[in-house]
C-alpha cells in the first residue's frame, strides 16, 4: 500500500505463517530528507546488555535469511539485531529506484545503530550487505568489536591484491544489467537459483512475501546500481576510504565463504590479505551452500562464529 507519495509499505498480513519466523517486530524511523520518514524494520532478540550481533542482508532478501541463525546466537548469549534495509523486507519501500544510493542505505542504516546506541558489535555481512556494513564500520569503527565477511565484497574497481581480476566479471555484469534493464523481478526464484538445493515452497514463498508487485521493488532492482561496478560510479571513493579503514582494522575479522559460490569467491582473499584483524584467524568454506549460505548453512555458520567468538574470549 502507498502511505504517501513515493513510499510504499508491505501489509502486515503478507507476513503472516512464516516457517520458522516467529520473532517480534521492531521498528525504528529513519529520516530522510526528501522522503519523509521511513519505517526501518529491525528483529532485536536477546538481552540488551550483551554484546551484539549486527546481521545484515544483502538483495533480494531480507531478515528472515537470519531465522535458523537468531536462536544459537541469542543462546549463546548475544543481542541478535537483524534489520531490512530500506526497501526490503518489513522496512518502508520507497518506490522510486532513484531514491536509493550506497550512501543512503548506508545512511539508514546508520541511523538504526546510532538511535539504539549499538556497542560491542560484531558485524555479519553476506552480499550487498557487506558494502553497506563495511561502510558503516568504517564510519563508527569505535561500535565494533569484530567482523564476519559471508560471501561478499568490497569493490574499488582495483586490480589484484587490492581487488579482484576482472571485476566485476561475466556473473555479476550479467545480474547488474539484468536489474538494470528490467520492470520486475521474480524475487523467489532469485534464491532458489543460487542455492545448491532449492528451498522449500513455504522459504520461497517467504522471500516473495515483502513484495506484493512490482511496485514494491524499486530496492531490489536498484540497489545492484548502486554498489560501484565502474570507476565511474558515486561509491568508488566511499569504498576506497572504508577500505583505508580497513586496512587499520586490527581487531578479529573472520571470513566464512561457501563452498558453490563463484560469484564472490576471490573476494576471500582480498579480505584475508587486506585485514590485520584476519591474521590467523579460523576462516572457513562452508559446505554445502550456494551464494545464499545462510539459507542452506545457517546452524553451521553460526556455530562457527559462536565457536570463533568463544576461542577469542578464552585467548
Given at each position: 500500500m502507498l502511505i504517501r507519495e513515493g513510499v510504499a509499505r508491505t501489509p502486515d498480513d503478507r507476513f503472516a505463517g512464516l516457517p520458522d519466523f516467529l520473532f517480534v517486530p521492531h521498528y525504528h524511523m529513519a529520516p530522510d530528507a526528501r522522503l519523509g520518514p521511513l519505517r526501518m524494520h529491525y528483529l532485536d532478540e536477546g538481552p540488551h546488555d550483551a554484546p551484539v550481533m549486527l546481521l545484515l542482508h544483502g538483495e533480494p532478501s531480507w531478515s528472515f535469511l537470519y531465522r535458523r541463525m537468531i536462536p544459537p546466537l541469542v543462546a549463546?548469549?548475544?543481542?541478535?539485531?537483524?534489520?531490512?534495509?530500506?526497501?526490503?523486507?518489513?522496512?518502508?519501500?520507497?518506490?522510486?529506484?532513484?531514491?536509493?544510493?550506497?550512501?543512503?542505505?548506508?545512511?539508514?542504516?546508520?541511523d538504526l545503530v546510532t538511535a539504539l546506541d549499538l556497542r560491542r558489535i560484531t558485524l555479519v555481512c553476506q552480499d550487498w550487505g557487506g558494502p553497506i556494513g563495511l561502510n558503516l564500520l568504517a564510519a563508527m569503527p569505535e561500535r565494533f568489536e569484530a567482523a564476519v565477511a559471508a560471501n561478499t565484497l568490497l569493490p574499488t574497481c582495483e586490480p589484484p591484491p587490492l581487488g579482484?581480476?576482472?571485476w566485476p566479471g561475466p556473473i555479476i555484469t550479467a545480474w547488474a544489467e539484468t536489474c538494470r534493464t528490467s520492470d520486475d523481478l521474480a524475487v523467489s526464484e532469485v534464491i532458489a537459483a543460487v542455492?545448491?538445493?532449492?528451498?522449500?515452497?513455504?522459504?520461497?514463498?517467504?522471500y516473495d512475501?515483502?513484495?506484493?508487485?512490482?511496485?514494491?521493488?524499486?530496492?531490489?532492482l536498484a540497489i545492484t546500481g548502486c554498489i560501484p561496478l565502474a570507476t565511474s560510479a558515486p561509491g568508488i571513493a566511499a569504498n576506497r576510504a572504508a577500505w583505508a579503514v580497513l586496512e587499520r582494522f586490527d581487531r578479529p575479522f573472520l571470513t566464512l565463504f561457501s563452498d558453490?559460490?563463484?560469484?564472490?569467491?576471490?573476494?576471500?582473499?582480498v579480505f584475508q590479505a587486506r585485514v590485520p584483524g584476519a591474521a590467523g584467524q579460523p576462516h572457513a568454506r562452508?559446505?554445502?551452500?550456494?551464494?545464499?549460505?545462510?539459507?542452506?548453512?545457517?546452524?553451521?555458520?553460526?556455530e562457527r562464529i559462536i565457536a570463533w567468538k568463544r576461542a577469542g574470549q578464552a585467548a
Open positions: 549463546a548469549g548475544y543481542r541478535v539485531i537483524a534489520p531490512d534495509h530500506v526497501g526490503f523486507g518489513r522496512s518502508d519501500k520507497p518506490t522510486a529506484r532513484e531514491s536509493y544510493s550506497q550512501a543512503a542505505l548506508v545512511g539508514w542504516l546508520a579482484v581480476a576482472g542455492c545448491v538445493n532449492r528451498p522449500d515452497p513455504a522459504v520461497l514463498a517467504a512475501a515483502p513484495f506484493p508487485d512490482a511496485a514494491y521493488k524499486a530496492g531490489a558453490s559460490d563463484p560469484s564472490t569467491i576471490a573476494w576471500e582473499a562452508i559446505a554445502g551452500a550456494g551464494h545464499f549460505l545462510q539459507e542452506e548453512q545457517g546452524p553451521a555458520m553460526a
